[in-house]
């Protein structure tokens, strides 16, 4: 059976057998069906290949005819064809593609048709045997050679011509229907006559004429009349006569034919019976004409049965005493004639009573009737071997009667049919055979179609083991694949065995020297007939076969893309043989369950896959939440036995001293193994988790007797419930930080994808602690940093209140010296009160700055956010700073919106910011400057700017100029206008804390603009 597969809506073969792509003789794989096979268009297939891929419903034919251009010769061949179009369906259910089945099976309707064409010859054949068995006349022969001869043989006239009793003279008889004009002057003729039926009488030899162009050149001057009786063919067979030759008859057809050998001996049989029958009839004849005389008739008798050509005889009474028999019955029964004349019947043939001859010739006295059965069946030792064999003969059993009328005795014409009877038991088992092998082809299709629904090797193999038990009639089947790199079965599906049986063969070691291990091993398959061959040639096995009941074995492995996937095994309870279809059978199941088995298991991959890639997301997820080693440990173990199915696992890390693993956490282990947190084993201790964070390289146990092996001397949990361990190193910072421990409870072997997958959730697991140790870092620090703020800002509130008191004290008498409350002062002792007020209010305004800087870092200032009206605000900033500007000659403007405009904010913080921004533009801008300051409304924000023609600010101390601290060409400000650097720091926090901004834009030399933007009030 060869297989396709069909990808897309445009069916291209993305993978096909071996066997298809010796059907198709041209390449097929990456193109469309229909480009491979343009010829196949107007058969259907086009059609019936979209309509499954539409509908998802499979489609099938038995011996379907299809051409295409095997060849490559540009011509179609046409061929017969098995074929099964299958839909395959993805993981969503969805039809991706359809499966092609064909099974080229011309032989096998050409067997099936040469076998219906021998069937019907011969049950013609039958037919025209068993008319001339009753024709007892000479005309009735005829009769049934025209009538039934001439069908059964397909020709369309026939002409019998019979040897007179002068041996020179033939006479014709043409069929009924044949033109007579024809005939008219060859009524009779010589049998020196140059025609065929002389010819044939005359050499006893049959000649066949498959054309016409071959019976004209040896027969010139009968053309016409062949012409005239429309031949095409012909076939001329000679008539023989115990005595001689009887005569010759011809058959006559309209078109031209192959004589094969087949219709060659069914026409020479055809012949062979009508001479008996003619014989026959002469016999019968003559026993008519000695019934006016019975002593004649009788004497006649006697002689026309010895010199009879067929087998006859005369038995008297109902004892059946033999009185006379012939030459070819003597051979025929395989007897002298003194053993049998005068002898009754129980007497020469004892081993006949049983199968019933007496109650047959009790059958003609009863009833006074002749009984002909034919075909009977009779053993008996016909060559004297000593050793019965089973003969069939057509008999008529003829009543003989006497002058009264009353029988009393039974002539017998025997004809051996035994050639016959197995013929047509040959043709009923070759038929049988095609049967049997249509309905494998239905159930193999079968399960071609159930396993294209199969998604796990389960199912895969309870489709293949219960369709090959269905097909070939089998007792019990299983499925086993290889595991462990090869070395053992692991059964997947079994029926039909007794349930100790099934447990014992659930897992086995391959082994040579076993059936199913040796067609695994020798990938051929093997097929044991019967208890002697399975004992000679597995005598190791005999007690297993013995046990399990099984007489016949029947082992094939399942191979794709030269791999060995597993083994499919069958057993009878009865010997058998195993035939060759059922071996293609066999072949072609493995073949299909094997590419069947493979998609089963890259599907469950893929599944597998797709979970494992989800529970480590969930890992992912889990630990991405973890703020400290002890959640890491716990997720990690939550998730990470449900990713690898492990049964318990450990996490445990390095001591501060590097010389012990303390466990961090674990999961699985029962109270008395003492694996909670805390435990710890010494770095040198010969265990898995030990070795890994020593090596920083992963460690694999598969049993206790590897971790014997792997640890000699040291510690064996032979006690313990775990049978398989994993060990993968925790990496921290470069350098190996401890260690996971999964475990499980029965042994296993661990592949490499497995330990890729281990090894990819030990690194998330380091990815995550090194997080938490970088969060734990941090944390830290920011505590530390936070107590040291905390430490500054109340040092420094402390100093600033200590700082204001004198500075208000020294205040307060300066103006008392000033209002002469001392007494009175000159213009001299005047300004030198005001420098000492202007230096106070300064160094109480720095003072203020670093108290305010200080509240704003610590979160204690208040803010109060009130709907501000920006035009009323600003335009009280002139009269605050209208001296400053008059004392530096410079100009002001300010350009405010006619409408109301108002902004969300702290009405004094603004106020603020704003003066502080106008200032630093007073002291930054040379005499003859310009200070502008502007308003407008944006969609929801307010945008105050102050902008100056100033000296400018660098561009890379744009940003700076925010920080505290922070002063730009302090050299080139007058000492009384010197601050501390905190202004625009301030400033900006305050804008933030109303939830705006404060930006700054400066070209060098041209000046600079500052930004207050603000949210704006509904």
């Not at 009754?344 to 049983?354: A, G, I, M, Q, T």
């Not at 074995?553 to 009865?574: C, D, Q």
């Not at 041209?1006 to 949210?1015: D, I, K, V």
Request: glycine content about 8%.
């Amino acid at each position: 059976m060869a297989v396709a597969l069909l990808m897309g809506p445009d069916h291209v073969y993305t993978a096909a057998s071996e066997s298809y792509l010796r059907i198709a003789g041209k390449p097929v794989l990456g193109r469309p069906y229909r480009e491979v096979f343009p010829e196949v268009e107007g058969q259907g297939y086009f059609e019936l290949l979209d309509q499954v891929y539409a509908t998802g419903e499979s489609w099938s034919a038995s011996a379907a005819p299809a051409a295409w251009d095997a060849d490559m010769d540009g011509t179609p061949e046409a061929h017969f064809i098995d074929v099964t179009f299958a839909p395959v369906r993805g993981i969503t259910g969805a039809v991706e593609g359809v499966t092609l089945t064909v099974d080229v099976v011309d032989d096998r309707v050409q067997a099936e048709q040469a076998r219906t064409r021998a069937t019907e010859r011969t049950e013609r054949l039958q037919a025209v045997t068993a008319a001339l068995a009753g024709a007892v006349t000479q005309p009735d022969v005829v009769h049934v050679l025209f009538e039934q001869g001439t069908a059964a043989t397909s020709a369309v006239s026939g002409a019998l011509a019979l040897l007179q009793p002068d041996g020179e003279t033939l006479e014709l008889t043409p069929s009924p229907g044949r033109a007579q004009a024809v005939d008219q002057d060859w009524r009779t003729f010589r049998l020196d006559a140059p025609v065929p039926l002389a010819e044939v009488t005359r050499s006893g030899e049959p000649q066949f004429f498959e054309r016409a162009a071959e019976l004209y050149p040896r027969y010139e001057s009968q053309r016409a009349r062949f012409v005239a009786l429309g031949l095409r063919a012909a076939a001329v067979l000679p008539l023989p006569g115990v005595a001689g030759p009887l005569g010759a008859f011809s058959l006559v057809f309209a078109e031209e034919r192959r004589f094969s050998p087949e219709d060659r001996a069914v026409l020479g049989a055809l012949a062979r019976q009508c001479a008996v029958a003619l014989e026959r009839a002469q016999l019968f004849e003559a026993e008519r004409e000695a019934l006016a005389d019975a002593e004649a008739a009788r004497r006649h008798l006697e002689r026309v049965i010895t010199q009879a050509p067929v087998a006859m005889y005369i038995a008297r009474g109902r004892e059946h005493v033999f009185e006379v028999a012939n030459e070819p019955w003597y051979a025929m029964a395989g007897k002298r004639p003194e053993e049998v004349l005068g002898r009754p019947v129980r007497e020469v043939f004892p081993e006949l009573v049983p199968q019933g001859i007496v109650e047959r010739i009790e059958r003609v006295y009863d009833s006074g009737e002749a009984f002909a059965p034919e075909a009977l069946p009779l053993v008996f030792d016909a060559d004297g071997d000593g050793t019965p064999e089973e003969h069939f003969f057509n008999v008529v059993y003829q009543p003989l009667r006497d002058a009264a009328g009353v029988v009393y005795a039974i002539a017998a014409v025997a004809t051996e049919v035994t050639e016959l009877v197995q013929a047509r038991r040959a043709a009923e088992a070759a038929r049988a055979e095609a049967e049997a092998s249509a309905e494998r082809s239905r159930r193999l299709q079968a399960v071609a179609a159930a396993l294209n629904e199969a998604v796990t090797p389960q199912d895969v193999a309870e489709v293949c083991v219960r369709g090959g038990i269905a097909a070939l009639g089998a007792d019990a089947g299983s499925l086993g694949v290889l595991v462990e790199q090869g070395t053992q079965f692991e059964v997947v599906y079994t029926t039909g065995y007794p349930p100790e049986v099934a447990e014992r063969w659930r897992r086995f070691p391959v082994h040579p020297g076993k059936p199913l291990s040796d067609a695994v091993l020798t990938r051929v398959p093997v097929l044991l007939s019967s208890t002697r061959e399975w004992k000679a040639r597995y005598p190791e096995a005999a007690a297993d076969h013995r046990h399990a009941g099984t007489a016949a074995f029947a082992a094939t492995p399942l191979i794709v893309g030269g791999r060995v996937l597993a083994g499919l095994a069958f057993s009878f309870r009865r010997a058998r043989r195993f035939d060759e279809g059922e071996r293609l059978f066999l072949a072609t199941l493995g073949e299909q369950a094997a590419q069947a088995l493979e998609r089963a298991r890259l599907f469950a991959a893929e599944r597998t896959a797709r979970a494992t890639a989800e529970r480590l997301q969930d890992l992912t997820a889990a630990l991405s939440g973890s703020l400290s080693t002890g959640e890491v440990g716990s997720a990690t173990m939550r998730h990470g036995v449900t990713a690898l199915y492990a049964d318990a696992g450990v996490l445990a890390l390095l001591t501060p001293t590097g010389e012990e693993l303390e466990v961090a956490a674990s999961t699985g282990y029962p109270p008395e193994a003492c694996m909670g947190p805390g435990r710890r084993w010494t770095i040198d201790t010969t265990i898995p988790i030990a070795e890994a964070t020593r090596t920083g390289k992963s460690v694999c146990i598969g049993s206790p007797a590897e971790w014997a092996e792997r640890y000699p001397g040291g510690y064996v949990p032979t006690n313990s419930r775990s049978a398989a361990w994993a060990a993968l190193p925790i990496t921290l910072e470069g350098c190996t930080a401890g260690a996971l421990l999964w475990t499980y409870n029965a042994p296993r072997s661990f592949d490499p994808e497995q330990v890729a997958l281990m090894e990819t959730l030990a690194r998330v697991c380091s990815q995550a602690l090194e997080r938490v140790l970088l969060l734990e870092t941090e944390q830290r620090a920011r505590a530390e940093a936070e107590k040291a703020n905390q430490s500054k800002t109340e040092f420094l509130s402390a100093m600033s209140h200590e700082l204001r008191t004198p500075l208000n004290a020294i205040a307060g008498y300066v103006d008392l010296l000033d209002a002469g409350v001392r007494g009175p002062i000159n213009e001299a002792q005047r300004a030198d009160l005001l420098r000492i007020k202007r230096a106070q209010e300064i160094l109480l305004s720095l003072i203020n700055d670093v108290l305010n800087f200080a509240r704003l870092e610590a979160g204690r200032l208040d803010i109060v956010r009130t709907e501000v009206p920006v035009v009323e605000l600003v335009q009280e900033l002139e009269n605050l700073v209208g001296n400053q500007l008059r004392e530096k000659g410079l100009s002001y403007s300010c350009e405010l919106p006619a409408a109301e405009l108002l902004a969300l904010g702290d009405a004094e913080r603004i106020r603020q910011i704003l003066l502080n921004l106008l200032t630093n533009a007073i002291k930054f801008t040379d005499s003859g400057g310009k200070i502008s300051i502007s308003a407008e409304a944006l969609v929801d924000q307010v945008a105050i700017r102050v902008s100056d023609t100033g000296r400018g600010v660098p561009p890379d101390k744009l940003e700076s100029i925010f920080d505290p601290f922070v002063q730009i060409e302090r050299r080139r400000v007058a000492d009384s206008q010197q601050g501390v650097g905190l202004g625009l720091a301030i400033s900006r926090e305050l804008a933030r804390a109303m939830g705006g901004e404060l930006t700054a834009e400066s070209r060098v030399g041209e000046g600079s603009t500052f930004t207050l933007t603000l949210a704006r009030a509904e």
